[in-house]
């Protein structure tokens, strides 16, 4: 049977890259949702113009809060699978079938599309700071659990039900993926896996982590983490 | 009774009518309302009896009363702070709940709109 897949496509002030990435998105054939989260551009008008399938929020939310309602949603709506898929044009949706697979193989819970794993993906995407960020939280999240993220910050992923019904019930508010992929990690009932992928420079907008934020965040994951290694085991 | 005891009774009661009036007028509850109306009791009660106080004081090796009653006003101070900041924290968990759950409502409310 083929597997109900929903894309989740979280929004915040994304007007000059929202029409292209939503009309690649529709073409595809896939179920898709925009969170839009409480945008002040005029995001809201072309979802409304373009007929486009989305939840407006009524309040801003943050990036965790607005994809948790995308998982929601899709927990909602029994979908099998729900991929978070970036509005900005960084990913790649013909790589979703590759995203899917191991979920449906039944390989892993979760799969992380990764631009690290296979040399010819990585390159151009990011900063030298956020590259160091995410070899750093690599770094660390190896220390603490002895197993691999090479892309632990990647915004596109792939979840089975089980995870979307965790998801639903509960998701970090700030930088969720580098969060939820460690609490994943060290439970020993899902699975992670790693997936090559290639990532587009994004077209349009922001992204959430600013440069003179980057500071803040990784004292913020770094934390988060940490005190998960506490003992407490959330998805045990 | 000093001039100290009686600014300083006089201060306390004062305090003490301000939280009265805020929870008569509603704009406070009563289970936030405990912990500020017994700090100016306390202080009310120690600017009445100050003698225990400052014989506590010389015991714990503070050099004088005032300093110790420092120290435990800005410890209570600490705690109700980070009791509040706490208590922001669920009620940002709860708002956030609000918001996704009724956003999502809202948004089943007008696809059935444009069924009919």
């Keep these: 049977m083929k597997p109900k897949v929903l894309l989740i496509i979280p929004a915040f002030n994304e007007e000059k890259s929202l029409i292209s990435t939503l009309s690649v998105v529709s073409n595809s054939g896939y179920d898709y949702v925009v969170i839009n989260d409480g945008s002040t551009d005029s995001t809201e008008e072309i979802l409304n113009n373009g007929n486009y399938n989305h939840i407006s929020l009524i309040s801003n939310l943050g990036i965790g809060g607005a994809v948790q309602t995308g998982y929601k949603y899709a927990y909602e709506n029994s979908y099998d699978i729900a991929i978070q898929f970036d509005a900005d044009g960084q990913h790649d949706i013909s790589f979703v079938p590759d995203l899917i697979k191991p979920i449906v193989n039944q390989k892993a819970n979760l799969a992380i599309g990764s631009c690290f794993i296979d040399k010819k993906f990585s390159g151009k995407r990011s900063s030298i700071v956020r590259s160091f960020g995410i070899k750093f939280l690599s770094g660390i999240i190896f220390l603490l659990s002895h197993k691999h993220i090479y892309d632990p910050t990647s915004g596109f992923r792939a979840a089975d039900r089980k995870i979307i019904e965790l998801f639903a019930e509960d998701y970090p508010q700030e930088y969720p993926e580098p969060v939820s992929n460690y609490e994943l990690l060290r439970s020993k009932h899902f699975k992670i896996k790693e997936v090559p992928v290639k990532m587009n420079r994004r077209t349009g907008g922001k992204s959430s982590i600013h440069s003179w934020k980057s500071a803040y965040a990784a004292i913020n994951v770094v934390i988060s983490i940490l005190i998960l290694s506490l003992g407490r085991k959330k998805y045990d | ?116």
Excluded: Y
């Excluded at chain 2, 003698?51 to 120290?71: R, T």
């Design chain 2, 1 to 116: 009774m000093t001039r100290l005891q009686l600014e300083m009774s006089l201060a306390a009661i004062f305090t003490f009518a301000l939280i009265l009036i805020f929870l008569k007028k509603n704009s406070l509850s009563v289970k936030n309302s405990i912990a500020w109306l017994l700090l100016p009791l306390a202080c009310l009660l120690i600017a009445i009896f100050p003698d225990p106080l400052a014989k506590f004081s010389g015991w714990l090796g503070f050099q004088a009363p005032s300093n110790f009653f420092f120290v435990i006003l800005i410890g209570i101070l600490f705690l109700i702070c980070f009791f509040l900041t706490i208590s922001i924290s669920h009620q940002q968990a709860k708002i956030n709940k609000l918001i996704q759950e009724l956003s999502i409502l809202k948004q089943k409310d007008a696809k059935n709109d444009k069924k009919k």
